[in-house]
């Protein structure tokens, strides 16, 4: 499929479209932490998301580095490629600054509310602070929620049939949060919907940003003053002639 000149790379592509160097960069480094992985079984038990030693012994570099972690090939297989397949439109959309900004937010986000669920005087909560919880699907469903919300009609493959990606979001969130309130399915299905759940109130929030607005209010008092400092007008009548208009 030939698709228009891009900063991204080739006139074909396959799929969303050429990797970038940003996701190029994010696929590499959790390929490079897999392997660690297999070479020093450390690795996963120092950098998996324990919530107990968070919240006792105050590791919280676990709160990002579960990102980078993966439990078996299939594991990263399926999470990198969503990577690829949602994340490559929505950093040509948003930017590469925002892009990474969100996908940390959402992953360091969804760790956070682990944590906190897992403070729940609930067992199907409790049992998380004792368990390591790995990968990136936390920010994953983040990007999956963005993409709904920007192209909400655009099909996705949900097992064997196309769905609307605002269904299959609905659908996948769904499923999260009933997984997650049974005896023995809370352990990453609190992160995915930690992960919706960042989402959209990072994508909400930034619809409307405080400093920005008040920014934007600021500029327009300033600019009212200096008309009527300068006698500026944005129009004049017929008789309006002798006066000075800028």
């Not at 012994?57 to 399926?78: D, K």
């Not at 064997?160 to 309130?181: D, E, K, N």
């Not at 299905?189 to 109130?201: K, P, S």
């Not at 909400?204 to 920014?215: I, N, Y």
Request: glycine share 10%; aromatic share 16%; proline share 4%.
């Amino acid at each position: 499929m030939r698709r228009p000149a891009s900063p991204y790379a080739s006139s074909f592509s396959f799929g969303p479209g050429p990797i970038s160097t940003t996701l190029q960069a994010l696929i590499g480094a959790n390929v490079v932490v897999f392997v660690a992985q297999f070479i020093s079984p450390v690795v996963t038990a120092v950098l998996g998301l324990h919530p107990a030693w968070v919240i006792h012994s105050f590791w919280v570099w676990q709160l990002a580095t579960y990102m980078f972690l993966h439990g078996g090939v299939f594991h990263i297989v399926f999470n990198m490629l969503a990577l690829w397949m949602f994340g490559a439109e929505l950093e040509r959309t948003w930017g590469t600054r925002y892009f990474l900004k969100f996908y940390f937010v959402t992953g360091i986000g969804a760790a956070v509310l682990t944590v906190m669920f897992s403070l729940l005087p609930f067992a199907f909560a409790r049992q998380l602070q004792g368990v390591n919880i790995i990968g990136a699907s936390g920010a994953i469903y983040g990007l999956l929620l963005a993409y709904a919300i920007y192209f909400p009609e655009r099909p996705i493959l949900l097992i064997v049939f196309w769905v609307p990606a605002r269904l299959c979001v609905t659908i996948l969130g769904a499923i999260a949060v009933f997984a997650s309130l049974g005896e023995s399915g809370g352990v990453a299905n609190a992160t995915h919907l930690g992960g919706l759940l960042v989402g959209y109130l990072y994508l909400k929030g930034a619809r409307v940003d405080p400093l920005s607005e008040m920014k934007y209010r600021y500029l327009k008092w300033k600019m009212n003053r200096l008309r009527k400092k300068f006698d500026v007008y944005s129009g004049g009548r017929a008789d309006d002639w002798d006066r000075h208009v800028h």
